[in-house]
């Protein structure tokens, strides 16, 4: 018998929850390694918590931020987007 896989929850769902964000369930959100949420709360890149050594990111910091990364297309001379 094959082990139950735990259904991936989005992004949207993560932030929508309002609790506080392990950094696996980020990585897992954001679809990228768990390495690299660790690294990105290390360097100062993402907003995190750190309580007495354990990060935790907050929904109500990521939000802005995330929206801080977006970038808006670039038209080229004649409307074609690059």
């Known amino acids: 018998m094959k082990p139950e896989k735990k259904p991936k929850t989005g992004l949207r769902e993560l932030l929508s929850r309002g609790d506080l964000i ?8 954001m679809r990228v390694a768990r390495i690299t949420v660790y690294q990105w709360a290390r360097r100062g890149v993402i907003p995190h918590l750190k309580i007495e050594g354990v990060i935790r990111f907050d929904p109500a910091d990521l939000l802005p931020w995330l929206e801080s990364k977006r970038k808006a297309a670039v038209k080229l001379p004649g409307g074609a987007p690059l």
Do not use: N, R
């Open 22 to 29: 392990a950094p696996e369930e980020l990585a897992a959100g």
